[in-house]
Structures are given as structure tokens and as C-alpha cells.
């Protein structure tokens, strides 16, 4: 089962939703722009059936459903923590309430003496690895979560700059263990090489490395060739025709294609996008030839794969390898766990001892298999060493590919 499937079985109709509240219930609406709009309105066609529910809020945008009907407080109360112009309508209705507060000391509250037993969170759609965003929601909102988890929860999937943006947060991060990174194979061993960083190859601790897989070149379905060896054909027959999406120069979704080029003798054009979905869309839209990738995306857009850049086939991926075309480059994406240089000791045996026991477990081998990654577990000793390795390499794979 791929994301989009897992998702579509999980989605269910606000009506529904909000059935899971119940007279009495604190409900958190979160803050500002995050305030849920079908959920909410959801909710208000239920005022009949409540009495005493009590919804938290703040710098409300607009006037909530629960907040129009003149009875409305015979059924919710609104509490405020910061004040807008609707806040003080709301509470002009003789329905609401007030809670000064500094809002530095927010999160402490909901960890500490604040019950939610019901949250509304507006998000950003799910992007390609299944990953969702808070947004815009303010930093109280991961302390709420962790009260009602009873664990911490942050939620976080930065792009941009061929995963550079994310990776240097992970660099300038406090080492307590409270942040730590799933990073690409790209921001660590190709990015360093090509741009001035705000890290370098000393700024992190592996934690271990749980997946790899191969970098897979993909093409729409409709595409005018059905296999690699069709392909080669038909773009040699038009120098400069064909487009390459990529998400940065030098990264994993370029490098690649550069040298399959090279081996072919063939001419292609590279256009920068900014991620994966808006990739695939120019593909779909017959704007864009090819895109090298992480298999996740075969089962997830209308591509498939022509080459899959590995000495190792994956056996669910039916496409040629480097090998197989006598290309001897293996161009293989694994994601590390890392965390910021100085992590202690004790923080660090609690994360690698939990990150060891998932990736050795059958229902990971088994839910990263689907995706067509293979589980694959170093831990840190042999990670870091790993990484100096793949480093070098990448430096003189950029070097005969871009002359870097």
C-alpha cells in the first residue's frame, strides 16, 4: 500500500469527525489561520446535541460557526488566549472568555495544566513521502500533542535548496535530542560539495542508516518511448528536445541523469523545480521528459521507471540496472538518521537503541518493502564511517560530471 491508499483509507468527512466530541469535552481550534474550517462548521450543525463544550482559540481570522447561532452559548464557550477584533465580538455575545497569558510560557501550560480531549488542526496536504505540516500553527501545538501522545511530537518536512534548508536546521539545532533529521543522501555527500553550506561534514552525529535504495530515472507513462532502449533512441535523434526536472544542480535527481547522458551520448535540458508533486504535475501536463527519483514516487504519479542506478536490482522494480547497461555508477539514496554535533551520551543510547529496534523489526522490513526500499540498519560507529566514504565518492562523481 502506497501513501495516497493509506490516506484515502484513513480520510473520513468532517461530519463524521466530529462525532468523537462529546458534551463537556475541551476542544483545542489551535491558533490563527490553523483554526479548522469544515471541522468547525461540522461541529456547529451538532449544537443541538451539546451542552458544555469548551474551545480553545487564538487571533481568530474569522467568526466561528459554533460562535453565529444567538443560543450558541447554551452549548459552547469560547476561550481565548490572545485577543482579535472577532475574540472580543465573541465574547461581547456573553459566550467567552479571556486567558491573559505570555505567550513564551504557552507551551508549558498545555504541557503541565491544560486538558484537550479533542484537537482540530488544520494542515498543509500530504506531500510524496506521506508527510504533513503544521504550517502555520504556533510552537504551543507539538506541546499540546505531546500531552494527549505522552511522547513528543514535531512534525517538520522542509524543502527546498536539494534538502539543504532542512539539513541546516538540523546543523544549528540545540543537541538535546529533541531534534534530530531523516536526511538524504544529496544534502549530505552531494550539496557540501557544490554550494557553501552553513554545515559541513563535522556538523552532525549519525544516529544510524535505516533505508537505501536506488535513484530510479522515471518518465511520464504516456511518454513516446516504452523502455530505456527506445528512449535513447528517439531523444539522440533530437539534441536539446527533452527536459530534465530536477530539484538542484548537483544533487541526486541530476548527477544521476548527467552520467546516463554521458554513457548515451545524448543532449538534454535541465529545469530546477522545487518538489516532487510540482515535478510530476509538468510531467503529467507533457511539459517534462524525465525525472530521477526515489522509487517511492513509481507508485504514487503516472511514471515509470527506465533505469534504476545501482550495481544491486531491487527485485520489485522490473527496469534495467547501471549494470546491465555496462554504466558503472551506483547512484544509491539512503536516509540517515542524524542529530547536531554534541548530542550526551545517555540521549544518544535512548534514540539509537529505540531507531535499532525499529529497523530490525519484520513490520518495518515489511511496510519499507512496499515503497521498494530496502530496510538496511548501520549503526553509529559504522554509519559515520559509511558516510566518509560516500563523500569522497560523490566529490569525484561531481568532478566528472560537472567538473566541480
Known amino acids: 500500500m502506497n ?44 449544537k443541538d446535541e451539546l451542552t458544555d463544550v469548551k474551545v480553545r482559540g487564538g487571533v481568530t481570522m474569522w467568526m466561528p460557526e459554533i460562535a453565529k447561532a444567538d443560543d450558541a452559548g447554551d452549548h459552547f464557550t469560547w476561550n481565548s488566549w490572545h485577543c482579535s477584533g472577532i475574540d472580543r465580538k465573541i465574547i ?10 505570555r505567550y513564551s510560557e504557552l507551551p508549558r501550560f498545555y504541557r503541565e495544566n491544560v486538558s484537550v480531549d479533542v484537537a482540530m488542526i488544520q494542515v498543509t496536504p500530504m506531500d510524496s513521502h506521506g508527510n504533513f505540516s503544521y504550517a502555520l500553527a504556533a510552537s504551543h501545538l507539538a506541546d ?20 539543504t534548508q532542512g539539513t541546516t536546521q538540523i546543523a544549528q539545532a540545540k543537541p538535546d535530542g529533541y531534534t534530530i533529521g531523516f536526511d538524504p543522501t544529496g544534502a549530505l555527500c552531494l550539496q557540501p560539495h557544490m554550494n557553501k553550506l552553513e554545515y559541513g561534514v563535522d556538523s552532525f552525529q549519525f544516529l544510524g542508516i535505516v533505508t537505501q535504495q536506488p ?17 535513447v533512441e528517439i531523444v539522440r535523434k533530437a539534441p536539446g528536445k527533452y527536459i530534465v526536472g530536477i530539484s538542484g544542480r548537483g544533487n541526486m535527481s541530476h548527477v544521476p541523469v548527467l552520467a546516463l547522458a554521458k554513457h548515451y551520448g545524448l543532449q538534454l535540458r535541465y529545469v530546477t523545480y522545487r518538489s516532487t508533486p510540482e515535478t510530476m504535475k509538468e510531467m ?121
Open 284 to 404: 503529467a501536463a507533457g511539459r517534462l521528459h524525465f525525472h530521477a527519483d526515489n522509487p517511492v514516487a513509481l507508485s504514487q504519479y503516472e511514471v515509470y521507471g527506465l533505469i534504476q542506478f545501482s550495481d544491486r536490482k531491487v527485485d520489485n522494480l522490473p527496469m534495467p540496472n547501471s549494470a546491465d547497461i555496462g554504466l558503472n555508477k551506483n547512484f544509491v539514496m539512503w536516509q540517515a538518521c542524524i542529530a547536531p554535533k554534541g548530542l550526551p551520551a545517555d540521549v544518544t543510547k535512548t534514540l539509537v537503541d529505540a531507531l535499532s529496534e525499529v529497523a530490525h523489526s519484520p513490520e518495518y522490513a515489511e511496510a519499507v518493502r512496499k515503497l521498494s526500499v530496502n530496510p538496511w540498519w548501520l549503526g553509529p560507529e559504522d554509519a559515520q564511517a559509511f558516510y566518509a566514504k560516500e563523500f569522497a565518492a560523490y566529490g569525484e562523481a561531481l568532478k566528472e560530471a560537472l567538473g566541480k
Open 144 to 163: 499540546m500533542l505531546e500531552k494527549k501522545l505522552g511522547q513528543p511530537v514535531v512534525v517538520q518536512n522542509v524543502v527546498g535548496a536539494g534538502g
Open 3 to 46: 501513501y495516497q491508499d493509506e490516506y484515502k483509507q484513513k480520510l473520513t468527512a468532517a461530519g463524521e469527525a466530529v462525532k468523537v466530541v462529546k458534551s463537556g469535552d475541551w476542544v483545542d481550534y489551535t491558533w490563527c489561520t490553523n483554526h479548522p474550517v469544515a471541522l468547525d462548521r461540522a461541529l456547529a450543525a451538532r
Open 92 to 101: 461581547g455575545k456573553g459566550m467567552g472568555f479571556f486567558a491573559p497569558m
Open 215 to 231: 535513484v530510479v530515472m522515471m518518465t511520464p507513462k504516456n511518454a513516446p518511448w516504452k523502455n530505456l532502449e527506445e528512449m
